[in-house]
């Protein structure tokens, strides 16, 4: 099976514009994380994508949106970015059936904000 | 919030040597799992505990889930330059939070040859 896949992998934005990233899940996966990991914060949760609903949340500003399209693919947008949104942003899938609930993680999306 | 505190932070041995990551969580888990991120990669799931008091081995990496299900190890018997990497704990509360992770501050792992 195809593993986990993010596009772009580099991306270099200016501070008040947006960006899209985009997670191809493994085939059959109906579950979708996405984190933020910096080496001051380290890895953050940013929100979980199931069925196309948004099934649980963390703690980051309503700039941070994502969707997830009906074949599980799914996107995550940052609006007005700021010099500390510059980080890897890692999406994961799971099968999300039941145990065990390991995520496999795509290789990133490394995002620089100047 | 919940919040999984990982202890220590970076840990250099000697080829051979045994290395030893603790965690500890605010709550009481439903499981726990263990990644390892290389340097320029991303994290790898080594494995999940779910039981109470559980211990489980993997060649040389023996993983143990405390009695409360709020602290868990990861030992590594003498270690290669393989094991390089940093390692992370993440705390699951189960039901239909098992999507999110609240991951430990991770390990960072450096092996003399």
């Known amino acids: 099976k195809a593993g986990v896949t993010q596009t772009p992998r580099y991306l270099i934005k200016t501070r008040g514009q947006q960006v899209t990233l985009s997670c191809s899940p493994i085939s059959g996966h109906r579950s979708v994380s996405w984190y933020q990991q910096t080496p001051g914060q380290g890895l953050q949760f940013l929100f979980e994508y199931f069925s196309e609903t948004q099934r649980n949340k963390g703690n980051f500003p309503g700039r941070f949106s994502g969707r997830q399209f009906s074949n599980s693919r799914s996107e995550m947008n940052v609006s007005t970015l700021e010099l500390g949104d510059s980080a890897l942003y890692l999406c994961a899938s799971s099968l999300s059936s039941g145990p065990p609930y390991e995520q496999y993680f795509g290789p990133g999306t490394r995002l620089t904000v100047t | 919030g919940q919040q999984v505190m990982q202890i220590p932070q970076y840990q250099h041995v000697q080829e051979g040597e045994d290395f030893t990551t603790y965690c500890n969580s605010s709550?009481?888990?439903?499981?726990i799992q263990w990644y390892k991120q290389r340097p320029g990669g991303h994290p790898v799931f080594l494995i999940q505990l779910v039981k109470s008091g559980e211990v489980k081995k993997q060649k040389r990496l023996t993983f143990q889930f405390g009695e409360a299900k709020k602290n868990s190890s990861l030992h590594i018997t003498a270690t290669q330059t393989t094991d390089v990497g940093t390692y992370f704990c993440a705390g699951n509360a189960g039901g239909t939070s098992y999507g999110k992770l609240t991951f430990g501050q991770g390990t960072i792992l450096t092996v003399h040859p």
């Open positions: 709550t009481t888990l439903s499981n």
